[in-house]
């Protein structure tokens, strides 16, 4: 396990460092030592976002996009000119991201309760947001496996601070981790 600390060993203004190893890179855990690539670097991308998760990297588009949860929209880094935008608002409070095997974003909404692909085109197909005809609770997290099955957890709405008002309480007794196995294009 490690850490991250400013370059005067606070958890306070971050600093980049000049050299490598970086030292704001604590190892905390010995047995973790054999992991810390020495040659690699803390570097911040972005700030101004109030909850961030879900990052997918595209190497063919040479981005990085992430979920800015509160702030109702997904966030785009341009790995060429170092350029922050936003990929998409509304994106229904979207969590988890990741690709498909065709290399198709793949997102967790929260307030739509649904796990949903962006194709290639910028159009969104729904995935899945019912269940044996009952609504998901709150996809959160996603990855899809080799055999292009999408596998997500989708958690009690009580527990997760961005639930919207606007829609109706958890279901009972679907809290979970779900695999989403048929063949879609």
């Not at 935008?85 to 974003?105: E, H, I, M, W």
């Amino acid at each position: 396990m490690s850490a991250i600390t400013s370059s005067d060993g606070t958890s306070g203004h971050w600093v980049p460092s000049e050299r490598y190893p970086d030292p704001s890179v604590q190892v905390l855990d010995p047995s973790f030592a054999k992991y810390r690539l020495l040659l690699a670097g803390v570097e911040r991308l972005a700030t101004g976002m109030r909850w961030c998760e879900g990052p997918v990297y595209f190497g063919d588009a040479r981005c990085l996009l992430w979920s800015d949860i509160p702030n109702n929209r997904i966030m785009r880094w341009d790995e060429e000119t170092g350029r922050i935008s936003v990929f998409r608002k509304p994106s229904n409070n979207a969590n988890g991201n990741t690709r498909d095997r065709q290399g198709r974003l793949i997102t967790c909404e929260h307030d739509a309760r649904r796990v949903t692909r962006t194709e290639y085109d910028g159009s969104i197909t729904v995935l899945i947001d019912k269940f044996d005809g009952k609504p998901l609770n709150s996809p959160n997290d996603v990855v899809v496996k080799s055999d292009d099955s999408i596998w997500f957890t989708d958690p009690s709405r009580e527990a997760l601070p961005m639930a919207s008002a606007s829609t109706s309480t958890a279901i009972s007794g679907a809290a979970g981790a779900w695999a989403l196995r048929s063949r879609m294009g």
